[in-house]
């Protein structure tokens, strides 16, 4: 089971486009114990997996679910959503929009 949750841990990390130290910064870890997580060779404490869905915008369950494949298009879609929903969430209103709007003419070419 640790194994399985080390694999999705790197995966969804990769595909966030997240390394190693960033993702030890956002939780307030080193990088270290991200590298170790990562494969296997330390327990992950239930308080940094909190973190780290949340980091990555992702249900706990992401996790632990055997149906959760990476790689999809469908995944891949959601990944990018969710990083895209992270990002604005740090832009004022307008830039906010700005980005709808540019989003919104490119969807009509």
């Given at each position: 089971?640790?194994?399985?949750?080390?694999?999705?841990?790197?995966?969804?990390?990769?595909?966030?486009?997240?390394?190693?130290?960033?993702?030890?910064?956002?939780?307030?870890?080193?990088?270290?114990?991200?590298?170790?997580?990562?494969?296997?060779?330390?327990?992950?404490?239930?308080?940094?997996?909190?973190?780290?869905?949340?980091?990555?915008?992702?249900?706990?369950?992401a996790f632990f679910d055997e149906q959760t494949d990476i790689g999809?298009?469908?995944?891949?879609?959601?990944?990018?959503?969710?990083?895209?929903?992270?990002?604005?969430?740090?832009?004022?209103?307008?830039?906010?929009?700005?980005?709808?709007?540019?989003?919104?003419?490119?969807?009509?070419?």
């Amino acid at each position: 089971m640790e194994q399985r949750i080390a694999a999705r841990v790197r995966q969804h990390r990769q595909a966030a486009g997240l390394t190693q130290s960033e993702l030890a910064n956002k939780i307030g870890a080193h990088t270290q114990q991200i590298y170790r997580y990562e494969t296997g060779g330390g327990r992950i404490p239930a308080t940094h997996l909190c973190e780290i869905a949340r980091v990555l915008a992702l249900p706990l369950e992401a996790f632990f679910d055997e149906q959760t494949d990476i790689g999809t298009d469908d995944e891949l879609l959601l990944r990018d959503t969710r990083t895209v929903a992270m990002l604005l969430r740090s832009l004022s209103a307008e830039r906010r929009s700005a980005i709808i709007d540019l989003l919104r003419a490119m969807a009509a070419e």
